[in-house]
C-alpha cells in the first residue's frame, strides 16, 4: 500500500492540467504553489533538520532568478544553461552565508541573515543591468530542446519535475551520512562534536544545499511569471517561506507542498474584496497549527495513516 499511494498520487497530478485546461489561471496557481514549495523545501532542510534559522531565504531566490533571467536576456544563453548559473550563483551566496553561521547561532544567525536578505535587495536595486527599481520585464519563458514553454500548462510539466526531483533529493540526502549528521547536528552540537562530526562543514553543507533549492524556485518564477522586482524577495516574503515551512510541517517531506498550496489559496483565491484579510486569516491558520499540530498540516496525514495502520494490525 505504501509503494502504490505515491504511484496513484503521481497519476492524479499528472492529469491535473487535463481536468483543468478550462481554467488557465488555476494551473498557474498550483504552478506557483509547487514553485514556492521548492524554495520552502530549502528552508525546511535548513531548519527543520540543520536546525539554523534565516530570514532571508527569499534572497537566495531573487539571486537565483535574477542570475537566470540576465544570462537570457543579456547574454542570449540558453534557459538550461541559465538555470544551472542561478543555482550556482545563488550557491555561492549560501557559501557567504554560510560562513557567519560557523559563529552564530538563534537570534544572532537570524539578525545576520535578515542582513543578508536586506543587502541583496538594495544592491539589486542599484544595478542597470537588473532593471534597478524598474524590475525586469518581459523575461522570455523556459525552453528545452529548442520548444518555448510559453503557457502555464506546459510549464505545469516542468515544474512538476522539478518538484519531485528536489522531494527525492531531499528524501535521499536526509537518509544519507551527511542528512543523519545534520540531524545529530540540530539535537546537540556538543553530542555531535563527541562523535567526529564537522560542524563547521555540515553547516555550510546545509547553506549550500538550502540556497540550491531556493535559487532553482527563483530560476522558475522569474521565467514563469515574467517579471521580478526587489521588492517581490524583501523580509515579507521570507516571513512567508517561513510560515509555510512552520504550517506544512517543519522537518517533514512533503509538509511545504501543503503549507504552500494552502498559502497560494488564502492569498490568490479568496477575490479582490478580500485581500486585506488574507494576511491576518493567514496568521490565525499559524497560531492554530502551532498550537494544535506541532507536525503542522502533515500531522493530519501522520494520525489519518497511524489509525489505519493499528486497525491492520488489529485485524491480523
Known amino acids: 500500500m505504501k509503494k502504490i499511494t505515491p504511484i496513484i498520487l503521481l497519476i492524479i497530478a499528472l492529469f491535473i492540467p487535463v481536468f483543468l485546461r478550462e481554467r488557465p489561471s488555476l494551473i498557474y496557481y498550483i504552478n506557483l504553489s509547487m514553485i514556492y514549495a521548492i524554495s520552502a523545501q530549502g528552508l525546511n532542510l535548513l531548519m527543520g533538520i540543520a536546525g539554523q534559522i534565516s530570514l532571508g531565504h527569499a534572497a537566495f531566490m531573487a539571486i537565483g532568478g535574477y542570475t537566470s533571467a540576465i544570462l537570457v536576456m543579456s547574454f542570449h544563453l540558453p534557459f538550461i544553461i541559465a538555470l544551472i548559473g542561478g543555482i550556482l550563483v545563488a550557491c555561492a551566496f549560501g557559501v557567504i552565508i554560510g560562513f557567519p553561521a560557523l559563529r552564530l547561532k538563534g537570534f544572532y544567525l537570524a539578525i545576520a541573515t535578515l542582513a543578508l536578505g536586506n543587502v541583496v535587495t538594495d544592491i539589486i536595486k542599484r544595478l542597470k543591468i537588473t532593471g534597478g527599481d524598474y524590475g525586469l520585464r518581459n523575461i522570455p519563458p523556459p ?174
Open 143 to 316: 525552453s528545452l530542446f529548442g520548444f518555448e514553454l510559453q503557457n502555464n500548462l506546459s510549464q505545469f510539466y516542468l515544474v512538476l519535475g522539478c518538484l519531485l526531483l528536489v522531494i527525492f533529493v531531499t528524501r535521499n540526502f536526509i537518509k544519507s551520512k551527511s542528512g543523519m549528521a545534520l540531524q545529530a547536528m540540530r539535537d546537540s552540537e556538543t553530542g555531535a562534536r563527541a562523535v567526529g562530526i564537522n560542524i563547521s562543514n555540515y553547516k555550510l553543507l546545509a547553506f549550500i544545499v538550502a540556497s540550491a533549492f531556493a535559487g532553482l524556485g527563483g530560476v522558475l518564477y522569474a521565467h514563469s511569471v515574467t517579471y521580478l522586482h526587489p521588492t517581490n524577495f524583501g523580509l515579507g516574503f521570507s516571513i512567508d517561506l517561513l510560515a509555510i515551512t512552520i504550517i506544512g510541517g517543519i522537518g517533514t517531506l512533503w509538509g511545504v507542498v501543503l503549507g504552500s498550496f494552502l498559502w497560494v489559496l488564502v492569498r490568490n483565491l479568496m477575490g479582490t474584496g478580500l485581500e486585506v484579510l488574507t494576511g491576518v486569516l493567514f496568521g490565525v491558520i499559524l497560531i492554530l497549527v502551532v498550537l494544535f499540530l506541532p507536525r503542522g498540516l502533515s500531522e493530519i496525514f501522520f494520525r489519518i495513516s497511524n489509525r489505519f495502520k493499528s486497525k491492520e494490525v488489529q485485524e491480523k
